[in-house]
């Protein structure tokens, strides 16, 4: 079968030569979008119960991993495994705190990788040292929430940085060896195909290592569902997404891991689309349609 994208699946097969399993825990950090040190609202489309395994941080941080581990282990027949710090802003505390937090790694001895989520205005050189700590032993990302490349988008979705902060700290990430991904969201408000061309072309001209695609959809709970609801804001159907998914990677680097191509939320918190959980269909239908293109990631990137 044709690689119509560099697939993290493929990425884990060649590194580690195993079933990867990514085992997201909630370490209990905030968010300085929402406790004020930024703003107290958040971004608009943000309700932490719509993916998070632990939103509430009710189990300790071993208790999470052991609850999951043993999960995949049965499930997908999981060998090895990566802490993923998944809930809020995961460098949004003293660096005593993550260094608490970040040392459980090494209390199992299945973890091969570290994944950290974070907004890029939550690091700094301390920070980003402590990190680079762990890269010897394990495989470490940073993901930095951004989701456009466009500063009127940030600005109306609420996310209190810039274009900008972003280029900042994946430079600065960079600098210390560490790998970098980018979090970016198909049909934001007033973005069409040439802001999401745009957003592909502007990311790849920085050194990241991955992406994580999710389709813009509405929770419960969230400023964004109130938009929804009042009609203000328009949906994108399977057949759009898939374009504008198709549009992004051919313009974008080719060498970056794709990490995930559409996002999906709980059903019990999730207002619309309804689509977005019907993973395979939707990745099934984007090769069909790289495959009816006849292109492929990066097929018009230009350094």
């Known amino acids: 079968m044709q690689d119509y994208y560099y697939s993290f699946n493929r990425y884990l097969s060649e590194k580690f030569g195993a079933r990867v399993q990514r085992v997201s825990v909630n370490a209990g950090f905030g968010c300085p979008n929402r406790d004020g040190t930024l703003g107290s609202d958040g971004c608009i489309f943000c309700n932490e119960e719509g993916f998070a395994n632990f939103p509430a941080a009710r189990l300790g941080l071993h208790e999470q991993i052991r609850s999951s581990m043993a999960f995949f282990r049965q499930r997908f027949k999981a060998e090895k495994f990566i802490l993923y710090f ?56 940073i993901e930095y929430g951004l989701q456009s490349s466009n500063d009127a988008t940030l600005a ?3 996310r209190s940085h810039t274009f900008a902060r972003f280029k900042d700290a994946v430079m600065m990430t960079a600098q210390k060896n560490l790998k970098s991904s980018c979090h970016v969201i198909v049909g934001l408000p007033q973005e069409g195909r040439s802001e999401i061309i745009e957003t592909a072309q502007q990311i790849s001209r920085l050194p990241l290592r991955g992406v994580k695609i999710h389709a813009l959809h509405v929770v419960k709970e969230t400023k964004l569902a109130q938009l929804y609801q009042a009609g203000s804001v328009r949906l994108l159907g399977p057949e759009e997404y898939i374009g504008l998914v198709c549009d992004f990677l051919e313009h974008l680097n080719p060498g970056f891991v ?46």
């Open 86 to 141: 998944q809930n809020a802003s995961n460098t949004h505390a003293s660096v005593a705190q993550l260094k608490e937090a970040f040392d459980v790694v090494r209390d199992f001895p299945e973890m091969v990788g570290l994944f950290i989520a974070t907004r890029p205005d939550c690091v700094d050189e301390e920070k980003l040292d402590l990190i680079a700590t762990y890269s010897g032993d394990y495989d470490v990302w």
């Open 156 to 158: 109306a979705i609420n």
């Open 258 to 303: 794709i990490m995930r191509l559409v996002s999906n939320a709980k059903p019990e918190v999730l207002i619309a689309p309804q689509w977005i959980n019907n993973k395979q269909k939707m990745l099934d239908a984007i090769e069909a349609e790289f495959k009816r293109r006849k292109t492929k990631q990066g097929i018009y990137y230009a350094q």
